[in-house]
């Protein structure tokens, strides 16, 4: 994949166009985006117009809707906010914090004994409800794994 002409983002316009050329092609190289994002130092001055917060629950604010291929979104948490466990089904998620701390707890990926569409266990520590979740894995680069 070809490298893109500027790696660090010095401003959020310059990581604006820079993933806009990442996510030109038919394929993204998720180490590229991934290191890209990291590049970028937080000025608020850049980004607080977008960081919008809620008493009750977090909130997920655009910044740019890319080109078709990837939305920018500032999400904002509030202390003791969360989300449910949950996957990105057909789609990568790179994150940066910009302020703050946050929590993020991954899991291990299920043991698999069939091919596809496959069904996790999840669980609400809120409400104390289990659901049953049809989940699809997908490799880095895009590619459906073979469980």
């Known amino acids: 994949m070809e490298q893109t002409e500027v790696t660090k983002a010095e401003t959020l ?7 806009h050329k990442l996510f030109e092609g038919d394929s993204v190289d998720v ?3 991934q290191s890209v994002m990291e590049s970028y130092e937080t000025k608020p001055q ?6 919008k917060f809620d008493q009750f ?3 997920r604010n655009l910044v740019d809707e890319g080109n078709g291929k990837f939305n920018l979104m500032i999400l904002c948490w509030g202390e003791g906010h969360g989300s449910s466990i949950h996957d990105h089904t057909d789609s990568h998620c790179f994150m940066k914090l910009l302020q703050g701390q946050l929590k993020e707890t991954l899991f291990a990926w ?6 596809g569409d496959m069904a996790c266990q999840t669980f609400d520590q809120r409400t104390g409800h ?10 880095k680069y895009g590619q459906r794994t073979p469980f």
């Open 130 to 139: 289990k659901n049953t979740v049809r989940m699809t894995f997908h490799s």
């Open 46 to 51: 850049e980004w607080m117009k977008y960081a």
């Open 13 to 19: 316009d310059d990581l604006i166009r820079i993933l």
């Open 31 to 33: 180490d590229e985006v």
């Open 57 to 59: 629950r977090y909130t």
């Open 110 to 115: 299920p043991d698999a004994k069939s091919h």
